[in-house]
């Protein structure tokens, strides 16, 4: 039973440049959140989705970010117009309902702005 | 949810037991205390999670006092693959989806 996966591992953006982070969950979760670590700080969260519809998104900068998780396929984290302040590692996690005990997560995005 | 307190930084020696406090003063009677765990560079693992019940799995044991004010965990026999840093998250039930991380406890183990 394969994990939660993500890409990809790295991203190298210019400022300016969209990106596109995507999360498969693990199989039969229909729960994905996605949180970002700033260098040297803990995670934090930034938007819980189910199934095409975003539950809580109260994590989110209000500009420049967005999300979702379409009925076929995987969760899409998307970064427009990145400047250096977004480089940071974003992980994604899933459970199998929603208030689960454990979230399982997945390796994580390191994206790096020039 | 209630603020958690955790030392920044402990060592131990592999194969000994580690010992990791936290101290969680404001839980409120409906909130669980959970330990994740993050391995350099990798995503954060659930270890264990408990209510006022002391509770045991494969990995670890949880010891929650009984004012429920702190907890440890307890790894019984470390390794060096259980050098990261670990998270104690205090969460409601059934009203809080997402974790909350602090600045965790960095745990080296020492050949």
Redesign the interface.
Known sequence: NAGVMQNPRHLVRRRGQEARLRCSPMKGHSHVYWYRQLPEEGLKFMVYLQKENIIDESGMPKERFSAEFPKEGPSILRIQQVVRGDSAAYFCASSLRDFANEQFFGPGTRLTVL | DAKTTQPTSMDCAEGRAANLPCNHSTISGNE?V?WYR?IH??????II?GLKNNETNEMASLIITEDRKSSTLILPHATLRDTAVY?CIVRA????????????TQLTVLP
């Open positions: 669980y959970y993050q560079s990798q995503g954060p693992q659930y999670h998270y039930a059934g009203s809080a989806r997402q974790l909350t991380f602090g600045s965790g």
